[in-house]
């Protein structure tokens, strides 16, 4: 989605890769023509037709920012839409699905209608379009000012889990239109083409996206409040087992993107931390911070956008977004805020749960563990990461470190699959290690496994609903 690609089957065209500006002009209405083999019998874009006779594709902009802003999606594929209030919804699928039994378009609809709801349907567009690519193992989304591109597994729909998550991406890219696209970081927009685009207000670009993009999906009444927590629950499970949190906090994370999050090594876990899932986590507790006011996350929707709608060519700087807060919530729940964008102080998620009827339940494990994340080559055990602090970064374990007698008896792979019933806790024991060629051993103590989260339950069933619906 953030490039583009031509085969024999269709063409993804991504205005940035294929359309070279020339120096600073801004140009007025720009128009394309589209000129491909005549097998391919489809063009979808969120450009304006101008085509005076239907052999021809001939696409308008208001200037180059807009042109490079609409993707170009042109083949065969599968063409629906809908309408909501009026305007025309379109979506173009490309790709294979498997048969599913889900109501995709119509719960589509209904994810557009729960988020433009938090805008008052405000809808600051004359069409918009949903382009999919039905792709194995892809996943994610790019959003543009009328339009998205979509990657996601078209085998996968007719699983409950997995088609939620396609809906919550859904909802997630189609919010874009509003915060990223027109509620923006100052950085994000005019852009500079010719620099890199510095900025530590990702947490507020994407933090807060990914906080609603389940929400919606739960307010669009698809999934149930269960369902919802449910992922809530992954999402902490992977903030918990990331031990760079206590290193990197959210404005760090978001300015250091180019070099951090879209490059990640061996140690990104250790040394820091997605402003993608510490970001969603910390709008909750905003939420329940400011539920506790009498005022919650969609006043502060309503807030970013007045402020958008009062000067819509200059995006909002971080004491921008730390007065609307302060507005709503005073001074109490500011400091809370920034702190938590701030800092790396750990965050009391529990309160903020409980003040929503919701608990955090905690398990207790005896298993013995090494903090060690494996990779397999054949039946060969090999160190892909290591856990800071854990006992395999205590030992001196290394990420590429071969691992190949354990006691002196030989270790595979399905050893490190059934380590917990073979290996005692507080028990030191030999490993043989092959690193860059050279035998070496490490000894090593596995330790109790850190407790885990195993559900987030409802204790308050009608403040929990409160809490998290519209
Ligand atoms: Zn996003």
Redesign the pocket.
């Known amino acids: 989605m953030r490039t583009s690609h031509v085969d024999a089957s269709h063409a993804f065209l991504h205005g940035p890769s294929y359309l070279m500006g020339v120096g600073g002009e801004a140009l007025d209405k720009p128009s394309i023509e589209f000129r491909f083999p005549p097998a391919w019998s489809k063009l979808s874009t969120g450009m304006k037709d101008i085509s005076e006779e239907r052999s021809k594709f001939i696409y308008e902009a208001n200037n180059y920012d807009e042109l490079i802003d609409s993707p170009v999606e042109i083949g065969c594929h599968e063409t629906d839409g809908f309408e909501f209030k009026g305007i025309p919804h379109h979506i173009a699928s490309y790709g294979e699905l498997y048969p599913h039994k889900q109501k995709l378009k119509e719960d589509m609809k209904k994810v557009v209608e729960s988020v433009a709801k938090h805008f008052n349907d405000d809808l600051p567009y004359d069409q918009y379009l949903f382009i999919t690519h039905f792709v194995p193992k892809l996943f994610g989304g790019l959003?543009h000012l009328n339009s998205t591109a979509l990657q996601f597994d078209g085998r996968k729909l007719n699983t409950r889990k997995d088609y939620l998550n396609y809906l919550s991406l859904v909802g997630?890219?189609y919010f874009?239109l509003w915060n990223?696209k027109r509620i923006r970081p100052d950085a994000l927009g005019p852009f500079d083409y010719v620099n890199e685009n510095y900025t530590s207000l990702l947490w507020l670009a994407?933090g807060m996206?990914s906080f609603m993009d389940d929400l919606f999906v739960y307010r669009a009444e698809i999934s149930t409040l269960e369902e919802y927590l449910e992922i809530v629950k992954g999402n902490f499970d992977s903030y918990f087992g990331t031990p760079g949190r206590n290193y990197h906090s959210l404005e760090q994370s978001s300015f250091n993107a180019w070099i951090k999050l879209y490059r990640p090594d061996e140690n990104s876990k250790n040394s820091s931390v997605s402003y993608y899932l510490k970001g969603g986590l910390v709008f909750t507790v905003l939420h329940s911070l400011l539920l506790e006011k009498g005022k919650s996350i969609n006043d502060l929707l309503m807030l970013l956008w007045k402020d958008y709608k009062a000067r819509p060519e200059k995006g909002i700087s971080k004491e921008g977004v730390y007065d609307l807060v302060k507005e709503l919530g005073g001074e109490e729940v500011l400091n809370k805020f920034s702190t938590m964008i701030e800092t790396t102080e750990e965050i009391d998620f529990e309160s903020a749960f409980l003040k929503m009827g919701c608990e955090f339940r905690w398990q207790e494990t005896n298993a013995p563990w090494l903090g060690v994340e494996w990779e397999y080559s054949g039946d060969r055990a090999i160190v892909k990461g290591v856990t800071l602090d854990g006992p395999a970064y205590k030992a001196g374990l290394n990420t590429g470190d071969e691992v190949t007698y354990l006691n002196g008896l030989r270790f595979f792979k399905e050893d490190t699959e059934r380590f917990a019933t073979i290996a005692m806790i507080d028990q030191p024991y030999e490993l043989i290690v092959t690193r860059l060629g050279k035998l070496q051993r490490v000894e090593i103590t596995p330790a109790k496994a850190p407790r885990f989260l195993r559900e987030i339950a409802i204790v308050d069933r009608a403040l929990a609903e409160k809490s998290f619906k519209f």
Request: net charge negative; charged share 45%; no cysteine.
């Open positions: 959003e997630h890219e874009h990223v994407e996206t």
